[in-house]
Each structure stands twice: as structure tokens, then as C-alpha cells.
């Protein structure tokens, strides 16, 4: 079976200061524009991305025919990636298109900054995640999991394999990096989310990064646990001392950053268990539905994770074929089961509007993020060694 190939990008502050504020606040307005009625399409809700073409250069890129087949891929309905980066900080694009007219002839409302600018290839793009923020040692490991196939498929090395953008990668463990938003952003674009308390969020990433888990740990956790538990600690951190603030808002980041961490260790050990295993030796249930515990388990909501690591017999015995010192932490009703009912009920209440106490988000925090006790997220983050 052929794998999903990406591609890989790197953008030149010289074009732009604000590149990627450019495009992400572009895609913003258009879906705000779709909610409120001025953009009618919704396939109008997208942004164009163009890998502007070098003046020193005479001859067209090499492997650009490589480069749009990657259209191909985008239009049978693979999930395909674009990952961006400054080498500071790293994004992934969803891709809708790519092509080598100039989208600007079509009437394409691209950013201002490409005005003269002639462009090898253009990327249409859905939407736009944030994977790291200002984080090099991270970009660098976060590329290392993707490898170049115009460089004998060896991992992507930020420091002297950034060579013949776009780069074509692969990598092992296929990541659909959007698949998940209509769990974890209420159905918003991932571009919206990571936009709200973006510098504060900056910061208290940095600063629970170097003076709480470590940046090993850190770096461990899914990026969508970094961003709401650092979304969550902001609004925390601001309002800790209005006993009368309504903290629903923090209660769902911390459920959220929780129930993130705690579906990527179980989908990575079920990979791990069941991948080559025959279609109807993965079969689970949960909640009357089927799921195939080998394919890369969809996003599961805080109950049916409970419900799976609980009740579901292949759950445990994958576990015990695959993580078998990690199995009691994770299924003991006791352990992580515990942890996460708890979490479930202070975010049902939350999920239906009803306000969320100081108290009561304080004890979630300190649960969850390990203040004067081990915490979930820490414990969840350990198993991946």
C-alpha cells in the first residue's frame, strides 16, 4: 500500500514579517464572513498559500510534476498535509488544492504581500494548526518524524535536509491533523482556536514548559494538549481571584487537554497492538458502534475512552501484548479510569452551560497538570517513553 505523501515548506521573513499572520487572519475573516452570512460557500473558506519562486533561479523546480500529484491524492479524498515553518515555530496546512495557475487570474483574495511576486506553485488550504510556537529543538524533533523522499527517505533534518522545496514526505504513523476539530474546536477552524490568547498562551507555554513538566515531557504531550492546557491556564492564572467568574471556559480546556493526551496514548498503543492483525481480530464497540482498534481510533469523547479502556476485552489484551507495565495504570478503575471520570463530571455540567466554580476548576487544574500531587497529564505523557 502506497503512503499518503505531505509536503514540506519553509517561509522567508524577508517576503513578510507577518507571513503567517497574513494568511491565518485571511482565513479567519472568511469564516467568520461563512457564519455570518456575507461568504454563502463554504468552500469559499479558504486561503492560498504560494511557494514564491526564487529570482536567482532559471529552470522550472525539478520535481515539480512530483509535487502535483500530490493533487491527485487531495482530490480522492486523502488528508494532505502542508507543514510550514521559520524554523522557530511550526504550522500544518490542510490542503484543498494544488496547482500551478496563478490563482490570482481566477480572482483568488490572497495576502497583499504577493504583489509581484511570481510563484512556483500554489497551495489552496482549508485550514492552518499551529504545532509549535517558537520552539526550535522542538520543530526539529516534531520534522524528524517525516521522511524526505527525494533523500533516500531519511528524516527530515532542519539543519542541512531543508533542501528542493517543497520537500515530499511521508511518515510512519499517519496523523490526521484535522480529523478531530469537530470534537475538540465546537466545528471553529483549528486557525480560529490557536488565535484566541495567542501571546499569553506564548508565554504560559513557555513558562509550563521550562518551569513545570520539563521540556521533555512537554514535548511528549500532543500539540492540542499543549494548547489547551495553556489556554485553560491562562484564563486560570487572570481571574484566580474573582470568586464570582464563571470558569467553564478553563474546566474544558483542562477536560479537553486531558481527554487529547489520553486518546493519543491509546490510539498509539492499539496501533501498535493490532495493526497487522486480521480486520476481524481488531473489531471493538463501544458505545454500539464498531471501531477498528488497528486503523488509527477516531478522537473518542472522555466517556467512551472511559467505556473502552473499562469494558472493551481487546483494549486490555492489546495492552497486555504491547504495554504490559503500562496496562494497570491504564485500565485499574482506580488510575486513569478514575481520573477521567472525575474530569467527566465537572465538564458535563460545563459542556451544558452551567457555571463552573473557582474551587472546582482548581481541583481539575491540580489534577490534571500534577500541582502538589502527580498529575494525569505527566503520568499519560511518561507511557510514550
Not at 500530490?70 to 504550522?91: A, E, F, W
Not at 490542503?95 to 490572497?110: M, P, Q
Not at 500534577?370 to 494525569?376: D, E, F, S
Amino acid at each position: 500500500m502506497t503512503r499518503p505523501r505531505h509536503l514540506v515548506a519553509v517561509w522567508n521573513p524577508d517576503y513578510a514579517v507577518d507571513a503567517m499572520d497574513a494568511h491565518v487572519n485571511l482565513l479567519i475573516e472568511r469564516a467568520r464572513a461563512h457564519r455570518d452570512g456575507r461568504l454563502t460557500n463554504e468552500d469559499d473558506v479558504h486561503v492560498w498559500w504560494g511557494r514564491i519562486a526564487s529570482p536567482r533561479r532559471a529552470d522550472p523546480l525539478p520535481h515539480l510534476a512530483d509535487v502535483l500529484e500530490l493533487d491527485d491524492q487531495i482530490q480522492d479524498g486523502v488528508p494532505t498535509h502542508l507543514y510550514l515553518t521559520d524554523y522557530r515555530s511550526l504550522y500544518v496546512a490542510d490542503l484543498s488544492e494544488v496547482t500551478v495557475d496563478d490563482v490570482r487570474a481566477r480572482g483568488a483574495d490572497v495576502p497583499s504581500y504577493y504583489r509581484g511576486l511570481e510563484c512556483d506553485v500554489w497551495f489552496g488550504v482549508w485550514d492552518i494548526r499551529r504545532v509549535v510556537a517558537h520552539d526550535t529543538p522542538a520543530v526539529i524533533q516534531e520534522l524528524r518524524k517525516l521522511h524526505n523522499t527525494r533523500y533516500h527517505d531519511h528524516p527530515v533534518s532542519l539543519y542541512g535536509g531543508i533542501t528542493e522545496l517543497p520537500l515530499i514526505v511521508w511518515r510512519e504513523a499517519e496523523i490526521d491533523w484535522f480529523g478531530d476539530r469537530s470534537a475538540l474546536t465546537e466545528g471553529h477552524l483549528w486557525a480560529e482556536r490557536d488565535g484566541e490568547l495567542r501571546g499569553e498562551v506564548d508565554r504560559l507555554s513557555a513558562d509550563l514548559r521550562d518551569n513545570l513538566f520539563g521540556a521533555r515531557i512537554w514535548r511528549r504531550m500532543e500539540p492540542a494538549t499543549r494548547t489547551f492546557l495553556a489556554s485553560a491556564e491562562a484564563v486560570v492564572r487572570a481571574r484566580r481571584d474573582d470568586p464570582a467568574f464563571d470558569f467553564t471556559g478553563a474546566a474544558l480546556g483542562y477536560a479537553k487537554a486531558l481527554e487529547t493526551e489520553a486518546n493519543a496514548v491509546l490510539r498509539h498503543f492499539m496501533s501498535k497492538a493490532y495493526a497487522d492483525r486480521n480486520i476481524n481480530q481488531r473489531m471493538a464497540h463501544v458505545d454500539g458502534r464498531p471501531l477498528d482498534l488497528g486503523a488509527g481510533i477516531p478522537h473518542q469523547t472522555i466517556g467512551a475512552l472511559r467505556r473502552l479502556l473499562l469494558d472493551e476485552p481487546l483494549v486490555r489484551k492489546g495492552l497486555q501484548a504491547v504495554a504490559s507495565r503500562h496496562e494497570k495504570h491504564l485500565t485499574d478503575p482506580y488510575k486513569l479510569p478514575r481520573q477521567l471520570e472525575r474530569v467527566q463530571k465537572v465538564r458535563n455540567p460545563a459542556a451544558h452551560s452551567e457555571p463552573v466554580s473557582r474551587d472546582e476548576v482548581l481541583e481539575l487544574r491540580d489534577e490534571i497538570m500534577g500541582i502538589g500531587q502527580t498529575g494525569a497529564l505527566l503520568e499519560l505523557a511518561r507511557l510514550k517513553d
